[in-house]
């Protein structure tokens, strides 16, 4: 019995806490990509609905309760639920660690990402709570906001390597790199700038969100900003953004590119005149709460598409064997020696 239980346990461990990069992995990886853009989804909605005072108080829900009541209705559910969510967000991060816990020797970069993705969690929930002392400042709002997008960057590039070191596992060949293709002096510093940019249009965009209507409660405080101004001054970034990746998609055909660079372009761009015409609708119709909420899912896909370019013509990321596939190759080669 007691042998069988430690055969259970070991498996266990083998599955949650891999020697290597395995299925469970990746899902793991595209699961905090999901998940972290899924925030921000959320958080737009205890917004739209005007949820966001739905808990009065924090980290209690109430003075008296740190859960919602009947008498707070639909709104106090709808807050207290995006709440909830912290403790997904929280349980993939434990989750990835101890994915990557075994390989963290060989892999740091990847064990420190997730270190990060977990450690951000609690100073995002203090940031929320700052948020509902302070009334639904829009300028705590827009922080709130930009670290979650931070996060979903950090995330997108733990998924991706991931993914190339699950693929270099499957394929059994030479070391997988992330920059698999060619890239130029063009190229590269257009996939900064394009980066670089779409940071400048979630930023803007927080003050435009911030001076519109949708404050999460009747009461929050606005920013006296001209609507007009500074949503040109939010557009202007997404012109060059544009501008830039039709750029490097003309330049690309003409260099010996990959599929998976180009599909990053091309989904970038996708991504970008899909926002913009979003942008463009809810402005000149008054904002309609479910094109705002849809402009807001738009944002974790921007987010998403902008990391990968950066990643796919700037990153010098290979993979790379882990201490135990380095220990079967060694002992391997003793072998064959023999």
């Given at each position: 019995?007691?042998?069988?239980?430690?055969?259970?346990?070991?498996?266990?461990?083998d599955?949650?806490?891999?020697?290597?990069?395995?299925?469970?992995?990746?899902?793991?990886?595209?699961?905090?990509v999901i998940?972290?853009?899924?925030?921000?989804?959320t958080?737009?909605?205890?917004?739209?609905?005007a949820?966001?005072?739905?808990?009065?108080?924090?980290?209690r829900?109430?003075?008296?309760s740190y859960?919602?009541?009947?008498?707070?209705?639909?709104?106090?559910?709808?807050?207290?639920?995006?709440?909830?969510?912290?403790?997904?967000?929280?349980?993939?991060?434990?989750?990835m660690?101890?994915?990557l816990?075994?390989?963290?020797k060989?892999?740091?970069s990847?064990?420190?990402?997730?270190?990060?993705?977990?450690?951000?969690?609690?100073?995002?929930?203090?940031i929320?709570?700052?948020?509902?002392?302070?009334?639904?400042?829009?300028?705590?709002?827009?922080?709130?906001?930009?670290?979650?997008?931070?996060?979903?960057?950090?995330?997108?590039?733990?998924?991706?390597?991931?993914?190339?070191?699950?693929?270099?596992?499957?394929?059994?060949?030479?070391?997988?790199?992330?920059?698999?293709?060619?890239?130029?002096?063009?190229?590269?510093?257009?996939?900064?700038?394009?980066?670089a940019?779409?940071?400048?249009?979630?930023?803007?965009?927080?003050?435009?969100?911030?001076?519109?209507?949708?404050?999460?409660?009747?009461?929050?405080?606005?920013?006296?900003?001209?609507?007009?101004?500074?949503?040109r001054?939010?557009?202007?970034?997404?012109?060059?953004?544009?501008?830039?990746?039709?750029?490097?998609?003309?330049?690309?055909?003409?260099?010996?590119?990959?599929?998976?660079?180009?599909r990053?372009?091309?989904?970038?761009?996708?991504?970008?005149?899909?926002?913009?015409?979003?942008?463009?609708?809810?402005?000149?119709?008054?904002?309609?709460?479910?094109?705002?909420?849809?402009?807001?899912?738009?944002t974790?896909?921007?987010?998403?598409?902008?990391?990968?370019?950066?990643?796919?013509?700037?990153?010098?990321?290979?993979?790379?064997?882990?201490?135990?596939?380095?220990?079967?190759e060694?002992?391997?080669?003793?072998?064959?020696?023999?």
């Amino acid at each position: 019995m007691t042998t069988s239980g430690n055969h259970t346990a070991r498996k266990w461990a083998d599955v949650l806490m891999p020697r290597t990069f395995t299925l469970w992995t990746m899902i793991l990886g595209v699961a905090s990509v999901i998940s972290q853009a899924g925030i921000i989804v959320t958080g737009g909605a205890v917004r739209l609905t005007a949820s966001g005072l739905g808990c009065s108080e924090w980290p209690r829900c109430t003075p008296d309760s740190y859960v919602t009541t009947p008498e707070m209705g639909m709104h106090g559910a709808i807050e207290f639920g995006n709440r909830l969510l912290t403790f997904v967000l929280a349980a993939i991060a434990v989750l990835m660690i101890l994915a990557l816990l075994r390989v963290r020797k060989t892999h740091r970069s990847l064990f420190n990402m997730s270190i990060v993705l977990l450690l951000v969690i609690p100073a995002q929930a203090v940031i929320g709570g700052i948020t509902v002392w302070t009334g639904l400042n829009p300028w705590v709002v827009s922080l709130h906001f930009i670290v979650s997008a931070l996060m979903v960057s950090i995330a997108t590039l733990l998924a991706h390597r991931i993914g190339a070191e699950r693929r270099a596992r499957l394929t059994q060949g030479h070391p997988v790199r992330l920059q698999d293709g060619q890239s130029t002096p063009l190229t590269r510093v257009a996939a900064v700038m394009i980066y670089a940019a779409g940071w400048v249009v979630l930023i803007v965009g927080t003050v435009v969100t911030g001076s519109g209507p949708h404050g999460g409660d009747p009461t929050a405080p606005r920013h006296d900003f001209d609507q007009l101004l500074v949503s040109r001054m939010h557009a202007a970034p997404v012109y060059l953004m544009i501008t830039l990746a039709i750029i490097v998609a003309v330049v690309m055909y003409r260099m010996d590119t990959s599929l998976r660079q180009r599909r990053a372009v091309w989904a970038l761009i996708a991504v970008i005149v899909f926002q913009a015409l979003v942008g463009f609708y809810q402005h000149f119709n008054g904002l309609p709460i479910l094109v705002v909420g849809l402009h807001m899912i738009g944002t974790g896909f921007v987010t998403w598409a902008m990391t990968l370019v950066l990643d796919v013509f700037t990153a010098k990321y290979a993979t790379r064997p882990t201490r135990s596939e380095l220990m079967v190759e060694d002992s391997g080669d003793q072998l064959a020696s023999a």
